[in-house]
């Protein structure tokens, strides 16, 4: 398993009318999360493109169980569990900082395309830079 | 069951850098579809509102299968099959216009609190006029 | 003058903790009056970007002077006062539906370039176009 | 005059189908730039709240001179040249890191309201806090 943590204050235009941050946005955290796990894994999502490719989410689930509010700063856990064979899952567990109680927990399905849009597999440099990872 | 349909266009704000509806922007267009059914029931979300109730989001869940584009007119059915005993389970088919291939389909779902953040049940009124929809 | 209305409701995503809309939302708001007046002006804005052009944003300016809340109804009306020589000015004002009341107004102005990114004077077509309501 | 400055990273949430950054995004670093200089005066926004005033926005202006890309990391210069009588003006400036060629300038103005609402002088706390940044 590759597990990876970033932090991300709540800003004024994420927060609803009962202050809460408003419920699309955590879709938006997850993506700040992915983002930097790439960059971690060694191919930030910037390069993946460069090199052809892109990975579309095919799939999003999410579960609200605490409300996160303006200023807070939050602490997002994101996760790889399994070399993807043909989509990859990753996971996401967010928390308020230094505090151990879930506030929203989801995961996002990636599929791999190559720059026609076509379905391609994992691109062997990912596998190879998420296998250094994994192991 | 109760189906409510709904028609969009995509914006520009929405559209991704691969010209396609960026992936969170479904869940406001979930809203939309949700704020004109609960209009059609009988009782707009800003009323429900009034009356001292909120209808917060717990889990969210969406298959992306097609992209839709800038400029795209979207039809939204979203529906209701079961009067909520706790919780308000909400589905939503997103098609393209006068098309019959679903882009993407997903669900809420809904607790339902007072005006002091505690859980309640569904209120009466609210029983009252989807009971006469499911009917 | 060619002047173009429009109507939108403001949704729950577009409100902040103050119960109304995030200024960067009316942006939101001007591109969708943009939008519609270009398709009323007969060139869509996606038929303009086929065309091999694009209307990049080089300024925009904006008073708020009431506030929008969720669920009302807002009419924009948008106007071009002048033919571009190169850039297009187009200025807009948001009241709520039947009222007369200014909430919003401001401008936006517009640089046209080709499909190389490069600068370009107001393709012909567009002109033609605009001179017809312009008249 | 006080001058704040922050980094953030352009997010693919933020890029438009011409993969630069959307125009209505910039108010938004506007305000995480205004939030973060806030917290340098000493008085953190959602503190500000607290106590019971808000700082709506007025007007804004901005002026898009270069386009900012994915994954491109930020410089933002956020300034308060004046003490407020009335309204407050803050300034902002906006570069690629390490680069010193403007992307986007523009400005806001504030006014103070209290918690029912009304126009109010910018508080004395506020005032205190200024005065020994602009000294």
Do not use: W
Request: hydrophobic share 40%; charged share 25%; aromatic share 14%.
């Amino acid at each position: 398993m590759f597990e990876h943590c970033d932090k991300l204050r709540v800003r004024y235009r994420d927060v609803d009318y009962l202050g809460v941050v408003y419920y699309s946005r955590y879709l938006e955290y997850f993506e700040v999360a992915r983002d930097e796990m790439m960059r971690a894994i060694g191919i930030p999502y910037s390069e993946f493109e460069q090199k052809g490719y892109a990975m579309p989410v095919v799939e999003v689930h999410c579960i609200y169980q605490k409300s996160a509010h303006f200023d807070e700063v939050l602490t997002i856990i994101s996760r790889i569990t399994e070399m993807p064979l043909a989509r990859l899952k990753i996971g996401y567990t967010i928390f308020r900082e230094n505090e151990d109680e879930i506030l929203v927990s989801g995961y996002t399905v990636h599929a791999f395309i190559n720059k026609d849009g076509r379905p391609v597999r994992p691109p062997n440099f990912f596998r190879q830079l998420l296998q250094a990872k994994l192991a």
